[in-house]
């Protein structure tokens, strides 16, 4: 077995999984009496999640229910990264950014952690918005990865490519 074993970790986001945790949140938000006439909605503004509502506290308990639609469809509530509610007129607005990729510097933290509590003899690569994770032995490559799942990281990561 002369050859490296690797796989790649990623962030990358279901965006059906985001759309479809959007419609039933908007859905249930229609149907829930605490809403009704507060004038308050969620809807997709470009590759943003946009809330509106009458009042501050409205509008945070819009991105609550949204948040709870995202953890039942399985999507990790890192990839959100809200915006604190503001005035726009009468209504109070929240613009919700969907994050994907690995930043370069959270690609960083993820190699200093992999290099400083990993197994020896494991290489990693940033390339682009993933990182490579290479090793002669399989065993140390699954060791990475438990290490990485029980880390405290800034993002949600998926391991693809595993061969």
Known sequence: MASDSSFDVVSK?????????????????AQRYDFKGTGA??????EKVLIKANSEERVKAV????Q?????????????DSSEPKPS????????????????????KIGKIIRD?????????????????????????????????NADLDVAVQFVNYR
């Open 117 to 149: 509590e990993g197994p020896k003899g494991v290489k990693t690569q940033i390339t682009g918005e993933e990182m490579r994770v290479s090793s002669k032995s399989r065993d140390d490559l699954q060791e990475v990865i438990s290490l990485l799942k």
């Open 89 to 108: 007129g009468k209504e109070y607005r929240m613009e919700s950014d969907i994050k994907e990729g690995l930043s370069q510097e959270n690609a960083k």
């Open 13 to 29: 986001v279901d965006r059906q999984e985001v759309d479809n945790a959007l419609n039933q949140a908007e859905k249930e938000i």
């Open 68 to 80: 709870g639609k995202l953890i039942k469809r399985g999507v990790s509530l890192k990839v959100l």
């Open 41 to 46: 909605s969620i809807e997709w503004s470009g």
């Open 63 to 66: 991105l609550d229910v949204f």
